[in-house]
């Protein structure tokens, strides 16, 4: 049996807390009552139950005593790729599951100043390399959405995007590196955002490829991901790319008026063969955004072919870098070699402590970055990014905001051959996803709709640098006309 | 630029990864699979492009030379795998 309270937003539990409706620990139970009954999703890697309850009963304390915070008692996911002080951060890897980091990262610290509760660490592709969560070391996540067969959550914030979906925490937090965070809330009918790059701290996210790299909330609905994205962004002298901009209260966009308001479609997210219901759903929702008094108009990014190839040379080539500190000398997983040379250690633990996905991201980044080869990919690849970047801000000096949808597919079953015997036809799937990390603009996927086989689908809304606000005011009007029945 | 079997072998070490000898042949095919893909980046000149490596500003924050953490040597080691004398332990390496 579901918990009933745990059908709130956040926004409504915060509401009851302070009406006194529910306590924190009440509302904490609930949560972990579905964990316990969710277990067969496998969202959870690791359960911090002990811990969420006593930042619960601290809630309770402050609400009792006029001091809540802005998140008091709000229980959350923490996927588990941020640092968590004092609780096991594996990346979903072997080489890193005894890892216990003694430091807190800075966007799950600005949670727990906010009086956010902690219910545990969710699973995510290895390393968030994928977009299925099928490369975690822990075994891959079940959509809450399947029907006869387990269906793939998306990735590689799989596991935050199905606890969401599935009622086991009231928000959670992701990471977007191509698609991680938008693709997954799709394929869960749920709502997240990829800010600004620059706009969350880093410090304390275990590193894939660093100059794209985001972390975001993934909620129920656009007013919780404003609630959680106002705690987590926020500049940060630990990040050297953290940017030093105020941020408004985004929740202040919601409702806001969008007349006027220019959105651009791009006209080459609509390749020959897209899927005919996708479109159908792409035009309904300008339709609707039309029907409010904006100004819908074609625009171009001519670049967007080249996206996919250019983001799997750059990503692999930062990862192999970041990588490298792998090394089962200082933390993680160790090979046994004793009496061996040095490199053999090196070699069997990152043989044995990294999965087949991530060995083949590492050794993809390795020859790009290699002497000879690097100028033909790597600095290519980088040329590339430039042209993808000014295709962007080309097309928004003609719209404000531009709509694409999130994903070419629905949700695929869990081992789907074609994906797994081509890691191509995998990264295909980033297809609308990873121009946007390439230019490190913000965009959000929400739920538009349900396709022929049941499944959610999303749109995605994407905004210029720093202008997650006007993102936060259409997602809001899309979402009301929308009306998506969640899980 | 397709690659053959030594490169595999030496990306593998440069790597610090094992590829099994029976996994040679197969890793170099979906190499060459993947290269290939990436290689459709060439039908773009890019000759007068500058590459971009970051998106925001790229001067980064100076900030006064002065200690900001430290004195957490025992954090620090408890997480190695072997550490002895407060330091890492790694197998010997000079004989």
């Known amino acids: 049996m579901m918990q009933e309270i745990t059908k709130l937003t956040i926004a409504e539990a915060l509401s009851g807390l302070q009406k006194?409706?529910?306590?924190?620990?009440?509302l904490t139970e609930a949560y972990l009552t579905n964990m316990a009954q969710g277990k067969h999703y496998n969202a959870y890697i690791t359960e911090c139950t002990d811990v969420a309850l006593v930042q619960a009963k601290n809630a309770d304390e402050r609400y009792a005593s006029g001091k809540a915070r802005a998140l008091e008692g709000i229980p959350l996911g923490i996927k588990d790729l941020f640092c968590t002080k004092d609780i096991r951060t594996t990346a979903a890897s072997h080489i890193l599951d005894n890892f216990i980091p003694p430091y807190e990262s800075t966007v799950t610290q600005h949670l727990l100043d906010d009086g956010a509760v902690f219910l545990g660490k969710l699973n995510l592709d290895e390393f968030a390399m994928g977009g299925s969560n099928e490369t975690s070391y822990f075994g891959p996540v079940i959509n809450p959405w399947s029907k006869d067969k387990p269906l793939v959550p998306g990735g590689s914030s799989g596991g935050s995007a199905a606890a969401v979906a599935a009622h086991m925490c009231a928000g959670s937090t992701g990471t977007d590196t191509g698609g991680s965070i938008r693709e997954p809330a799709a394929f869960c009918g749920v709502t997240g955002i990829k800010p600004t790059y620059g706009r969350c701290s880093r410090y304390g996210i275990i590193a894939f490829a660093s100059s794209l790299d985001q972390a975001g909330p993934i909620a129920q609905d656009v007013r919780d991901c404003a609630l959680l994205l106002n705690s987590m962004a926020g500049f940060d002298e630990k990040d050297s790319t953290s940017c030093n901009i105020p941020v408004p209260d985004y929740t202040a966009f919601l409702g806001k008026d969008i007349k006027g308001l220019v959105v651009g479609l791009p006209k080459e997210y609509r390749p020959e063969g897209l899927n005919a219901e996708i479109a159908a759903y792409w035009d309904k929702a300008a339709e609707m955004l039309k029907a409010r008094g904006a100004i819908v108009k074609e625009i171009s990014l001519p670049h967007t072919k080249y996206a996919l190839a250019t983001y799997y040379v750059l990503a692999p080539a930062e990862a192999s870098s970041n990588l490298a500190r792998y090394d089962g000398v200082r933390y993680g997983y160790r090979a046994k070699a004793e009496g061996e040379h040095l490199d053999e250690l090196y070699i069997r633990t990152r043989t044995e402590g990294f999965g087949k996905e991530v060995r083949r991201r590492i050794m993809i980044g390795t020859y790009v970055l290699s002497a000879g080869y690097y100028d033909a990919y790597y600095l290519?690849?980088?040329?590339?990014?430039?042209?993808?970047?000014?295709?962007?801000?080309?097309a928004f000096k003609q719209c404000d905001i531009i709509l694409t949808p999130t994903s070419p597919i629905t949700a695929f079953p869990i081992g789907d051959e074609s994906m797994l015997l081509n890691p191509i036809n995998m990264y295909l799937n980033d297809v609308f996803t990873v121009s946007i990390n390439l230019a490190g603009l913000p965009a959000m996927s929400l739920p538009i709709g349900l396709a022929q086989n049941g499944l959610p689908l999303g749109m995605q809304l994407i905004g210029k640098p720093f202008d997650e606000g006007t993102i936060f005011k259409t997602a809001a009007a899309l979402e009301s006309d929308v009306k998506f029945e969640r899980k | 630029m397709a690659i053959d079997?030594?490169?595999?072998?030496?990306?593998?070490?440069?790597?610090?990864?094992?590829?099994?000898?029976?996994?040679?042949e197969a890793t170099k095919e979906e190499f060459n699979k993947i290269l290939t893909w990436i290689e459709e980046l060439n039908e773009i000149n890019t000759d007068e492009v500058e590459p971009l490596i970051a998106v925001n500003d790229l001067s980064l924050r100076m900030r006064p030379d002065n200690v900001t953490a430290g004195h957490c040597r025992e954090a620090i080691l408890k997480n190695a795998p072997a550490a002895e004398y407060d330091y890492f332990a790694v197998p010997k390496v000079v004989e």
């Open chain 1, 380 to 394: 290519k690849a980088q040329k590339m990014r430039r042209l993808i970047h000014q295709d962007f801000m080309e």
């Open chain 1, 20 to 26: 006194k409706d529910f306590t924190a620990v009440e």
């Open chain 2, 5 to 24: 079997n030594e490169t595999v072998k030496k990306v593998a070490f440069l790597s610090r990864l094992r590829v099994e000898n029976d996994k040679i």
